[in-house]
């Protein structure tokens, strides 16, 4: 196992060590959608102010019993737009999070059936509802305003709908060469495919079911009698195929949150490389028998990436042992420890920078204890 991953914080006393990788890959992508969230209530990002017009105008408002109407008799469509985004945002994410959180937290204590249970809502629902709105949000608001029940999943179509919409909000978050939305669908709606999330939740859900697709066996009650050797096979498929959902979740949500605040794009650029660097490292744990070809593409397609984005630079190409660090600090292959402590302070991520600040100290005081070897001078050298 990385060492990179014994650093995790309340490491799941359950979870077998080849799923750490994946785990820990999960809550990375959760952690940087909390932090868009705290950061963004934090700064009055999902506040606004509009000006009244005039006495009447204030006058109207003070008699009106719902905002949204009054926007809409005053004729303030921009401004009724702008106020659903920052209202409706906040809310999905942190019902996002809350599910994802608590889903992975069931994993860890291998309680798989609670597990998929969690993941039905945010996968199904809240991630449809931010395609939605990230891809015809004219739409999502008339929808919203008049028939919310047609904005359900079930409601959109059959499986060719849900795939025209992820394919049209892959293409919205430039990702088209890391996704595939027929596979997204399919994972996340195909109750016939064995390679499915949803294959797995009804049976998480009910004790009996009776769909073709997923009917109970004879003799059997859906995911009570689970053994080790089932819950190995629980935990392969999770950890298989949740971190390349959430990566495309974050993804989503980070392009919906850019229509109502601007995130600094050094500060994402180097979340994306540290994630990148955790994708590869989780893709080293992968068991052959998971591997698919959308998880061949979008792993090599992230790999392709970070190594361009290194060697733009003027870094190496990453080793396995540099995307221990890139992934754990942001520090780039050969990168001194100050460069990076000065680029996190560039955008405020102090956490991190301190971090980094007490591996140098660290690095330091253990440098003073043997001589340089050639092992060392690389890690500090350009």
Request: glycine share 4%; with cysteine.
């Amino acid at each position: 196992m990385n060492k990179g991953m014994n650093k995790l914080n309340n490491r799941p006393p359950f979870l077998p060590s080849e799923f750490i990788a994946a785990h820990y890959l999960c809550y990375r992508n959760h952690d940087i959608m909390l932090e868009m969230l705290r950061s963004g209530e934090k700064h009055g990002v999902f506040n606004a102010e509009y000006p009244f017009r005039d006495e009447a105008d204030r006058h109207s408002f003070e008699e009106s019993e719902d905002i949204f109407t009054w926007l809409s008799e005053t004729k303030r469509e921009e401004e009724r737009v702008d106020l659903l985004r920052r209202t409706i945002f906040p809310a999905v994410l942190s019902d996002f999070l809350h599910f994802v959180y608590e889903a992975l937290a069931c994993s860890g204590k291998a309680k798989l059936t609670v597990a998929f249970a969690l993941l039905r809502k945010p996968l199904q629902e809240n991630l449809h509802l931010l395609e939605s709105i990230a891809t015809d949000f004219d739409s999502f608001a008339a929808k919203l305003a008049t028939e919310p029940h047609r904005l359900s999943a079930g409601g959109s179509g059959g499986l060719s709908a849900h795939q025209k919409r992820i394919d049209i909000a892959i293409n919205q978050i430039d990702e088209t060469d890391r996704f595939d939305g027929e596979y997204l669908a399919v994972l996340r709606y195909d109750k016939r495919n064995k390679d499915s999330f949803a294959h797995v939740f009804d049976t998480a859900i009910h004790l009996f079911t009776d769909n073709h697709a997923i009917r109970t066996e004879p003799m059997n009650i859906n995911f009570i009698f689970s053994d080790n050797e089932s819950r190995w096979s629980q935990w392969s498929y999770i950890y298989s195929r949740l971190p390349y959902v959430l990566t495309y979740a974050r993804l989503l949500f980070e392009h919906v949150l850019a229509a109502v605040k601007k995130t600094d794009p050094k500060y994402i650029e180097d979340m994306e490389r540290r994630l990148s660097a955790s994708t590869l490292l989780w893709s080293e744990t992968i068991s052959e028998e998971y591997i698919v070809p959308p998880l061949t593409k979008f792993i090599n397609a992230t790999k392709s990436r970070l190594d361009s984005q290194c060697e733009s630079q003027g870094y190496r190409v990453p080793s396995a042992r540099d995307l221990d660090q890139l992934a754990d600090t942001g520090r780039m292959p050969g990168e001194t420890f100050l460069s990076a402590y000065t680029r996190n302070m560039s955008y405020g991520a102090r956490a991190t920078a301190a971090k980094a600040v007490r591996q140098a100290v660290g690095f330091a005081q253990r440098l003073g204890s043997r001589k340089h070897s050639d092992e060392d001078a690389d890690l500090h050298g350009k």
